[in-house]
T-cell receptor, first 114, second 112 residues
Framework: DTEVTQTPKHLVMGMTNKKSLKCEQH?????MYWYKQKAKKPPELMFV???????INESVPSRFSPECPNSSLLNLHLHALQPEDSALYLC?????????????FGNGTRLTVT | DAKTTQPPSMDCAEGRAANLPCNHS???????VYWYRQIHSQGPQYIIH???NNETNEMASLIITEDRKSSTLILPHATLRDTAVYYC?????????????FGTGTRLKVLA
């Protein structure tokens, strides 16, 4: 079990669909992250939120739209995706201000774009 | 941003120590090194981290060279359940904008 919960575990969507990935943590962490992981590759950072504000966008295409409604929740809205966007999407959180706080990961959402 | 490089794969006999190296020659003075592992289809699991000094916890030990250009993760008595991909990560940035940048990872196989 992880302290970061991601839903759904699996998602299949067409290229014209709109869907959302959800992430929740109740550890009081103030920094939350989205990573994308392709098969047999390391996770790649997409977005960082700090105190519910977007602080880092790693030049991610606009078809991915993050949202942080409150300090416990992080969403990733998906629209007009391409098959190459199929991957494992990982959410993580950290304390945010502690100087050496590790990341806590969820188990991810496996996304397939058809 | 600092980069890390790791050997792509290693084998280790069950019960023996597994020593996983990581090179981070461009690391800056305030950038921490973290180690995570990932078992297939799960999220990465935190193992240990350090800045300058060697560190030990219930899972592993972390040895950082004096010049901080490399580190070694040591699993003292590897078991079959330690078979996983191990990532060395450098954290860059500052409070509010930390980025945890993954290395390429080492696929560790523990052999019975």
């Amino acid at each position: 079990d992880t302290e970061v919960t991601q839903t759904p575990k699996h998602l299949v969507m067409g290229m014209t669909n709109k869907k959302s990935l959800k992430c929740e943590q109740h550890m009081g962490h103030r920094a939350m992250y989205w990573y994308k992981q392709k098969a047999k590759k390391p996770p790649e950072l997409m977005f960082v939120y700090s105190y519910e504000k977007l602080s880092i966008n790693e030049s991610v295409p606009s078809r991915f739209s993050p949202e942080c409604p409150n300090s416990s929740l992080l969403n990733l809205h998906l629209h007009a995706l391409q098959p190459e966007d199929s991957a494992l999407y990982l959410c993580a959180s950290s304390h945010g201000t502690l100087y050496n706080s590790p990341l806590h990961f969820g188990n991810g959402t496996r996304l397939t774009v058809t | 941003d600092a980069k890390t490089t790791q050997p792509p794969s290693m084998d280790c006999a069950e019960g023996r120590a597994a020593n996983l190296p990581c090179n981070h020659s461009t690391i800056s003075g305030n950038e921490y090194v973290y180690w995570y592992r990932q078992i297939h289809s799960q999220g990465p699991q935190y193992i240990i981290h350090g800045l300058k000094n060697n560190e030990t916890n219930e899972m592993a030990s972390l040895i950082i060279t004096e010049d901080r250009k490399s580190s070694t993760l040591i699993l003292p008595h590897a078991t079959l359940r330690d078979t996983a991909v191990y990532y060395c990560i450098v954290r860059v940035g500052y409070s509010g904008t930390y980025k945890y940048i993954f290395g390429t990872g080492t696929r560790l196989k523990v052999l019975a």
